[in-house]
């Protein structure tokens, strides 16, 4: 369809961009991040596998592929269902740790800010219909469950036959 063709690069823009700025700056981008991410580490940062970064410039840049990758992906239509799962994945901690209006004093630096997470839950609300979104097509549960019942179905058929010629052989 002609939309979801337009609107999916029109959602993607704003990722692609937003990861490409913070590779470009991730040391001030991890600066932002850090709060968060000792709140969310912090009590776990010890029981963690050493294979996991925990440092907030390393985890910035992770994020920015992230978003990049994801972002081409669903902007050229490939895998948009999983390309918005991981974007909605990314856009939740960057809203939290980049807009938190409520831990700002100045009120026009709140209103501000406070705008941005706003728009950041619109276009995570964007991310959750596209995530769900099947193009016309029956879901995955839909058809699993349609398949069982015909499964299910042909066996009940094979069965009552197996049964039908058992008693005539008696």
């Known amino acids: 369809m002609l939309i979801r063709r337009l609107a999916r690069p029109m959602l993607a823009a704003v990722f692609i961009y937003g990861g490409i700025g913070s590779l470009r700056d991730a040391p001030n981008h991890a600066k932002a991040a850090a709060p968060l991410l000792e709140k969310a580490t912090g009590p776990i940062k010890d029981s963690l596998p050493e294979q996991i970064p925990t440092d907030p410039?390393?985890?910035?840049?992770?994020?920015?592929?992230?978003?990049?990758?994801?972002?081409?992906?669903?902007?050229?239509g490939k895998f948009p269902r999983l390309s918005s799962l991981l974007l909605a994945g990314s856009i939740v901690?960057?809203?939290?740790?980049?807009?938190?209006?409520?831990?700002?004093?100045?009120?026009?630096?709140?209103?501000?800010?406070?705008?941005?997470?706003?728009?950041?839950?619109?276009?995570?609300?964007?991310?959750?219909?596209?995530?769900?979104?099947?193009?016309?097509?029956?879901?995955?549960?839909?058809?699993?469950?349609?398949?069982?019942?015909?499964?299910?179905?042909?066996?009940?058929?094979?069965?009552?036959?197996?049964?039908?010629?058992?008693?005539?052989?008696?």
């Open 93 to 170: 901690p960057t809203t939290l740790a980049a807009h938190a209006f409520w831990e700002i004093t100045d009120p026009q630096e709140r209103a501000n800010q406070q705008v941005h997470f706003l728009k950041n839950v619109g276009l995570l609300g964007g991310l959750l219909l596209t995530a769900v979104d099947t193009a016309g097509k029956p879901s995955v549960g839909y058809r699993a469950k349609r398949r069982a019942r015909k499964v299910a179905a042909q066996t009940h058929q094979t069965v009552g036959a197996v049964k039908g010629v058992t008693k005539i052989k008696k």
């Open 57 to 76: 410039e390393t985890l910035v840049r992770i994020d920015g592929v992230v978003k990049i990758g994801a972002g081409a992906m669903l902007a050229l």
